[in-house]
């Protein structure tokens, strides 16, 4: 069963990892934002065992300059199976 306790702890903690002491450059973002997306996934996955689960992660990574931010997505939601965890860092 997906628990999004779970999947927020184990986010935090990569996302931690790999940014902990990071200077923004926006080319190095493009790779950071790749490989916490595939960490995440590979890790919250991991810990789910063999299910049918399909993991999503979406990464946006930006220079924090006095300004603002809005992300949206769409997908098709059954509110009785599926589920998310969100979380965020700055340094």
């Given at each position: 069963r997906f628990y999004p306790s779970k999947a927020k702890e184990i986010?935090?903690?990569i996302i931690e990892?790999?940014?902990?002491g990071a200077v923004y450059d926006d080319q190095d973002a493009k790779s950071w934002s790749v490989i916490i997306s595939?960490?995440?996934r590979e890790k919250?996955?991991?810990h789910?065992?063999?299910t049918r689960y399909k993991v999503v992660v979406q990464t946006t990574i930006g220079?924090?300059?006095d300004q603002g931010i809005r992300v949206a997505?769409?997908?098709l939601w059954d509110p009785t199976t599926d589920n998310y965890a969100s979380c965020n860092y700055s340094n």
């Open positions: 986010a935090d903690k990892e790999e940014l902990n595939d960490k995440v919250v996955t991991e789910l065992g063999k220079q924090h300059r997505s769409r997908c």
